[in-house]
């Protein structure tokens, strides 16, 4: 069952929680009748080309990002940015949710990674987003950045997130991608 807006209202999920909000000029963020639209922090990292060796997805090296932390980032074209969510999540152990792009955002050409954010999971979302336009793309900190949509789970997972040692539980900001065995700090 997919929660509506007084539900997640009751379950204190965001912080800051704020009602629907359409802001003149900027994407909507806050409570829908069927979700959360999350904003966007001030940390980002863009993935940098004056490295241009690969990405080795068995021992990513942080190098290949620019990090920075400010209220605008211009997203090269096809090219992709991580950012931080504003609001910090404390998922109920009962409850799991997935973060899908904006349809205002997807028309000017910006995909947001589709993520799932487990049973139990707490932290500060790390957002992946895509420019597949030939153009560049300015995204700001504090717009509507993707929208949660939360689904109340049959019965209790035998181990929620915080209880299996998840890599990103807890994370408080930006945080790149992780290996068993070898993480990287938040920053």
């Known amino acids: 069952m997919v929660l509506p807006d007084h ?3 009751a379950l204190n999920i965001f912080t800051p929680f704020h009602e629907g909000t359409k802001p003149k000029g900027c ?5 829908s009748s069927g979700g959360y ?27 290949c990002l620019h990090n920075f932390i400010g209220d605008c980032c211009q997203i090269p074209a096809n090219s ?7 609001e910090h999540i404390k ?7 997935i973060a899908q792009g904006k349809s205002t955002l997807a028309r000017m050409g910006l995909i947001v990674n589709v993520t799932p954010i ?4 707490e932290g500060k979302l790390t957002i992946e987003i895509a420019n597949s336009s030939p153009l560049p793309v300015k995204i700001y900190a504090g717009q509507g950045i993707c929208q949660i949509v939360m689904f109340r ?7 929620d997130y915080s209880k299996k040692g998840g890599l990103y539980q807890n994370q408080a900001g930006l ?13």
């Open 7 to 9: 539900v997640i209202r």
């Open 27 to 31: 994407v909507s963020f806050g409570v």
């Open 37 to 63: 639209d999350l904003r966007l922090g001030s940390t980002f990292s863009i993935f940098n080309p004056i490295h241009s060796h690969p990405i080795d997805t068995r021992n990513f090296d942080e190098a």
């Open 80 to 86: 992709y940015v991580l950012a931080e969510s504003m």
């Open 91 to 97: 998922m109920p152990s009962d409850v799991m949710g």
């Open 118 to 121: 487990e049973p139990g999971w």
């Open 153 to 159: 789970l049959e019965s209790l997972p035998e181990k």
């Open 175 to 187: 945080t790149t991608g992780r290996l068993y065995g070898r993480t990287k700090s938040t920053w």
